[in-house]
Structures are given as C-alpha cells and as structure tokens.
C-alpha cells in the first residue's frame, strides 16, 4: 500500500545523526553512536518531521578486477518504522539515494 502522505525524503544531514540512528537501532540489533560515522550518507524519510525511514550507506574503494577499483556505496540496511512498512518507503529511499549517490560513488550495492 502505497504512503499517501507528505512524505519528505532526501539526503541525511548531520543533524539527523540522533534521529537515524536511534531509528536503525530500533528495527536492528544496536549499535553505538561511535559506529555511526561509518555510514558516510544515508537516505531518510521524514514524514510531518519525524525520521520513518533510513538507509546508510558507507562508501569505500572496491576492486571489480586486479588493480581496478571503483568508489562503492554500499547499503547496511533499510530500516521503516513500525507502522509505515509496506507502504513504498523504501523504495522512494532508494530511489533518492540514486539521485545523490553519483556524486559520491560510482555505483550502489545493496
């Protein structure tokens, strides 16, 4: 069923840090805050300013052949509310994430 509310969903900021990873914790076993800088970006969704949705991404070198290597962002996980899975938030996350990913990354792994 797909959202039919304000949904906002764009590129993590610093100041999101408390808010995502207090969402990611929720839904997956925790981490801690010193863990978090490893994710380098992340989609988010907010909806009426409350974080519903995060993807990290953690972006690093990857060796597709011998002496070749691309710029990776890698997906660590998909983490939707209670309430608001199932609904296409994840999938407006990714899609978004492939609209700032390229500036970044050469290509996304998830």
């Known amino acids: 069923m797909e959202l039919n509310l304000p949904l906002e969903v764009r590129e993590y900021r610093p100041e999101d840090a408390a808010a995502a ?7 997956f076993s925790p981490i801690g805050p010193e863990h978090w800088p490893q994710s380098q970006t992340a989609a988010v ?3 009426d300013g409350r974080m519903v949705g995060v993807i990290p991404f953690t972006i690093r070198d990857f060796e597709i052949a011998p002496g070749v290597a691309i710029r990776g962002a890698f997906a660590n996980s998909v983490a939707v509310a209670e309430g608001y899975r199932d609904r ?6 990714m899609a978004e994430a492939r609209s700032f990913l390229p500036r ?5 792994f998830v």
Do not use: P
């Open 21 to 27: 990873l207090a969402l990611r914790n929720a839904v």
């Open 104 to 108: 970044r990354a050469e290509a996304m």
């Open 88 to 93: 296409g938030i994840g999938t407006r996350m």
């Open 45 to 47: 969704a907010l909806l």
